[in-house]
């Protein structure tokens, strides 16, 4: 008995719960976006079925010297990337008006069974099914949109920190997503098994959210008889008071850390988004461009008789602008950058760049165009953990729950907006 509550003591001590919440919240940010960035990395392969239906092989139009492009895809990865960003908006936009009246406890287990079901409706989707796939991206895509507006609003009760590290985990999702699936397909994996393997993501938040995270009193949770919310159940009276007294300590410290929001209503709701408009309104830009030219340029720049096949150059495209995402998300305790509009900024000179070498195509190296890809997503990522940083500075706590997840809402209208616009340009690209 004593050795079981001294263990507890220990795990519930101010410093070891400030460390695993800060663990927690880098693993989830990476299982919450790995679907996402999956479904990207894999945009090739899931149009393949399509294109096979169409009679086209190779994935591309037969080489023709007259075109602009040479080998384009008669379906654009910007379809996928729509596919993988509607649902998410769509969660986003509507979320922060209702999803506050559910326990964290089942959004956490809606996010899970979303990402679960879309790598095996992905993988098994197939040329006779292409149908399938689609639905296993838009799984993935909600999954991904529920937990970005759960998790955020959860950081409002934890440690400022808690923000870096979600941000920093989701950085850590784009190249470790990424990269597995390059690596995996470059070792001889087939696309379906490399998929299956990932159904250990799903897995892993749920042992995050529910064994690791501490989880203060002011989240809102169920309770059956146990606390569920906290992974402990006791049910000898002694241990169960000693544990009360504990979590009533624990309550203490995390006062002065975390304060439930207010109960607002829909007009406060939508009044309180006007003052975001400065947060909201770079964050859309920069993503608008990046992803432009992820799903709408990425593809149409590629260099023949090199080292890399032409199908791997875009997967490793991915690698590598999901490891700047990562370095500039992982940044903020160490460069906090305030004046957000340098990175949308930024980010257009990039797109002007990369259009130009899809047309004109200047840059003699791909190693140059690795380094613009680097390059392009420092700014993504910069742009995201800087604004949320700023949010937990600037918003008062008791509206942060909200402004947290309503933010969040205008990197997918960028997203969608750049999907949107990719899909003709491509089409007009390819025509040419």
């Known amino acids: 008995m004593s050795q079981f509550v001294s263990c507890m003591q220990w795990l519930r001590s101010s410093s070891v719960t400030e460390a695993r919440n800060l663990v927690a919240f880098w693993l989830l940010g990476l299982c919450n976006n790995f679907a996402y960035v999956i479904m990207l990395s894999a945009a090739h392969d899931i149009l393949h079925p399509a294109e096979h239906d169409n009679n086209i092989t190779n994935a591309s139009v037969p080489n023709r010297t007259d075109k602009l492009i040479e080998f384009c895809n008669p379906i654009g990865t910007g379809a996928i990337l729509l596919a993988d960003i509607l649902p998410a908006l769509l969660m986003k936009l509507t979320a922060p008006l209702y999803v506050y009246l559910l326990p964290y406890s089942l959004k956490v287990w809606i996010v899970v069974l979303l990402g679960a079901a879309s790598f095996p409706l992905v993988a098994y989707g197939g040329v006779e099914a292409f149908w399938l796939s689609i639905i296993g991206v838009i799984c993935a895509s909600a999954g991904s949109g529920l937990g970005e507006v ?4 959860l950081s409002s009760h934890f440690s400022r920190n808690s923000v ?25 994996f087939s696309p379906k098994n490399s998929l299956l393997l990932m159904l250990i993501i799903p897995a892993s938040l749920l042992v995050t959210y529910f064994v690791i995270l501490m989880k203060p009193h002011t989240v809102k949770r169920w309770t059956v008889g146990l606390n569920i919310d906290n992974g402990v159940g006791i049910e000898n009276s002694d241990e169960y008071s000693e544990h009360q007294r504990l979590v009533k300590a624990e309550a ?101 760049i990369l259009t130009c070498e899809v047309f004109y195509k200047f ?27 700023r949010i937990s500075e600037e918003v008062p706590k008791e509206h942060r729950e909200f402004s947290m997840g309503v933010t969040s809402i205008s990197d997918s209208l960028g997203i969608s907006l750049a999907a949107a616009v990719a899909i003709p340009v491509h089409n007009y690209i390819c025509q040419l």
């Open 363 to 389: 840059i003699p190296n791909i190693w140059i165009i690795f380094f613009i890809i680097l390059f392009e997503g420092l700014m993504g990522g910069g742009a995201y953990v800087n604004t949320f940083y």
């Open 164 to 188: 870096s590290t979600w941000s920093s985990g989701t950085g850590a999702a784009g190249v470790l997503g990424a990269l597995s699936y390059a690596g995996l397909t470059a070792l001889g």
């Open 252 to 352: 203490e410290v995390q006062s002065s850390i975390g304060v439930p929001s207010q109960k607002l209503s829909c007009m406060h709701r939508l009044l309180l988004i006007k003052p975001l408009l400065k947060f909201m309104i770079p964050l859309f830009l920069v993503y608008f461009a990046e992803y432009f030219i992820n799903q709408g340029l990425f593809e149409l720049i590629y260099y023949k008789n090199m080292w890399l096949p032409r199908m791997q150059q875009y997967r490793w495209y991915q690698v590598i602008y999901q490891i700047g995402v990562f370095m500039s998300r992982s940044s903020v305790n160490l460069i906090h950058i305030k004046w957000i509009y340098i990175f949308p900024l930024l980010q257009c000179v990039n797109v002007i």
């Open 150 to 153: 759960t998790f955020l609003s």
